[in-house]
């Protein structure tokens, strides 16, 4: 969980005495007790401290921003009936139960509409028993849909941007105090926008992932996140991708992910490529895959595995 330098001096006094008086915590803090009262009302906003009795949570807090869709999709056969497919998904609902099947619980910050397919989609999340409270409801926008015809999106229909950044707004603060952030692609810039103004404070570790074929697919802001997974077409004809991984591959501690699905994932980190075949039987589609590898892959990392393991566990978790 990230906090606050006074916030984690406080919760250390705590932890070394839990009966200690928010009088006595003032009075070494060298601050008022109403300000004390503040800091652990925010302790206990941000999920540290769970009700009265300074019973705390230990666990990593995870938090997913992203949009849920309905996807309609259809395979046109000519003169034939057509096929014609119903599915409910988007980042949310697909990794928290990834994350939810290994045991691990995420806050979600998403966006439905004030209809029946937004319904559903808030009963299958609460139905994980996870944080809901995040979520945002347009009180007269439907919810995203998505139609694709022959596997081409031809068709959406989405929450304007405006509305999208106002939800976003009027819930940072829950998505930049949590210990992973895992961002849907086309939010992952605005994000990057937002954590570039606050200065001095400790951010957390930024997941995202693209789909993308050549050079204008890989933007500059990724330098700034910790895990991407990006789903490339064929690995032989990613070297200017690699290429530029390389050079945003800035820190000891980010990981960049490259795969077709097909033939092998390549892992740079600290400026060096690791390769890993992939067998006949793990052979994955990224469109509809990568969230489940980028899932994988990140309970492996939270849990403190080994880079190889991780990358076992996000093949098995597709």
């Keep these: 969980m990230r906090l606050t330098p006074r916030e984690r001096e406080i919760s250390d006094l705590i932890k070394k005495n839990p009966l200690i008086s928010q009088d006595e915590l003032a009075q070494i803090c060298g601050i008022t007790r109403s300000s004390i009262a503040v800091h652990i009302s925010n302790l206990m906003k941000k999920g540290v401290i769970r009700g009265k009795g300074y019973v705390f949570n230990e666990e990593t807090a995870i938090t997913i921003l992203g949009e849920c869709f309905l996807e309609i999709n259809i395979e046109d056969k000519g003169e ?68 694709y015809i022959n596997n081409k999106l031809t068709y959406f229909e989405h929450i304007l941007w405006e509305d999208y950044l106002k939800a976003i707004s009027t819930k940072e603060w829950a998505f930049f105090n949590c210990d992973w952030l895992i961002v849907e692609d086309k939010f992952a810039e605005e994000i990057t926008k937002r954590a570039l103004v ?29 895990v991407v997974v990006i789903g490339v077409e064929t690995i032989n004809n990613s070297d200017i991708i690699i290429n530029k991984l390389l ?42 895959k990568i969230v489940f590898f980028l899932g994988g892959l990140i309970y492996g990392l939270l849990n403190n595995h080994p880079l190889r393991q991780a990358i076992r566990i996000a093949i098995g978790t597709v």
Excluded: M, W
């Design 80 to 147: 034939t009936n057509s096929v014609v497919e119903i599915e409910y998904r988007g980042l949310p609902i697909e990794l928290s139960s990834v994350l939810c099947n290994y045991g691990t619980k995420p806050k979600v910050l998403t966006f439905i509409g004030n209809d029946d397919v937004g319904e559903i989609f808030l009963n299958d999340l609460q139905n994980l028993e996870i944080d809901t409270s995040n979520i945002f409801k347009h009180p007269s926008k439907r919810s995203c849909r998505r139609v």
């Design 247 to 288: 050079e945003l591959n800035n820190s000891p501690e980010q990981i960049f992910v490259i795969t077709d699905g097909k033939s092998e994932i390549l892992v740079i980190k600290e400026n060096r490529i690791n390769t890993f075949p992939l067998l006949p039987s793990q052979v994955f589609p990224i469109e509809d």
């Design 198 to 226: 606050k200065k001095n404070e400790e951010l957390p570790f930024f997941c995202t992932y693209i789909l993308g074929n050549n050079i204008a697919d890989i933007p500059d802001y990724l330098s700034y996140y910790s």
